[in-house]
């Protein structure tokens, strides 16, 4: 029987934003086809150096990962952007010292999952809501975090679920980083969709350079 596990952060293990309604996991396996199973290693708070501990409790029966961490990551580097700086250029090249930081972390963890051997795919970084404060500058600055995602999922020919282009109305959000049961509820769609095929490569939310999991 197919058993897709779920691993990273709250934005998945987010049933504590969620009080009375479904979180991800719990929608995820309402949305894919009987016969399947869902489990949940993602932890709330977890950064890419914490998915190693996840992966040591995979099941045994698991047949499919989704990945979606990065989120803290970025944020524990958001005091950069109250750092001065004497130029774009200098505060730009900033920015790039902590995108440099989290792509090697990101690789490194990436490869211990890839070590699974298991069909894998990736998530984005979503954006803050519209009306959160500072929307512009945290989307530019979460693009850096986000190209790393991205270059990395290309490298290794893996389906990627774009959850800027998920996550873009107010209702998505709980609060300003976690998702609610709304935006739960287009992530769980678009999982089972991929997982089981029924996404086509072409599909609006996911960019894939390969065929879907």
């Known amino acids: 029987m197919p058993h897709l596990v779920l691993l990273g952060d709250s934005i998945f293990d987010n049933a504590a934003y969620v009080p009375g309604g479904p979180d991800v996991v719990k929608q995820v396996r309402a949305a894919l086809p009987p016969g399947w199973s869902a489990t949940l290693l993602a932890v709330d708070g977890a950064v890419t150096r914490s998915v190693g501990a996840q992966l040591s ?29 004497r130029t774009v250029g200098e505060a730009v090249l900033m920015l790039a010292g902590a995108q440099d930081r989290f792509a090697g972390d990101y690789d490194q963890m990436l490869e211990e999952v890839l070590a699974q051997g298991l069909p894998t795919a990736l998530c984005t970084i979503y954006d803050t809501p519209p009306s959160a404060p500072n929307h512009k500058v945290i989307k530019a600055a979460l693009s850096l975090f986000n190209d790393r995602i ?28 976690e998702p609610s049961v709304q935006g739960g509820a287009k992530m ?24 879907p999991l």
């Open 57 to 85: 409790r995979i099941p045994g029966d698991t047949t499919h990962l989704v990945l979606s961490v990065g989120g803290n990551d970025a944020l524990g580097t958001s005091h950069i952007l109250g750092a001065s700086a």
């Open 150 to 177: 991205t270059r990395a999922a290309f490298t290794h020919c893996l389906p990627l679920i774009d959850l800027r282009l998920l996550c873009a109305e107010e209702g998505d959000y709980a609060n300003p980083i």
């Open 188 to 211: 769980a769609n678009a999982i089972a969709a991929l997982v089981t095929g029924a996404a086509g490569p072409r599909s609006q939310v996911i960019a894939s350079v390969t065929e």
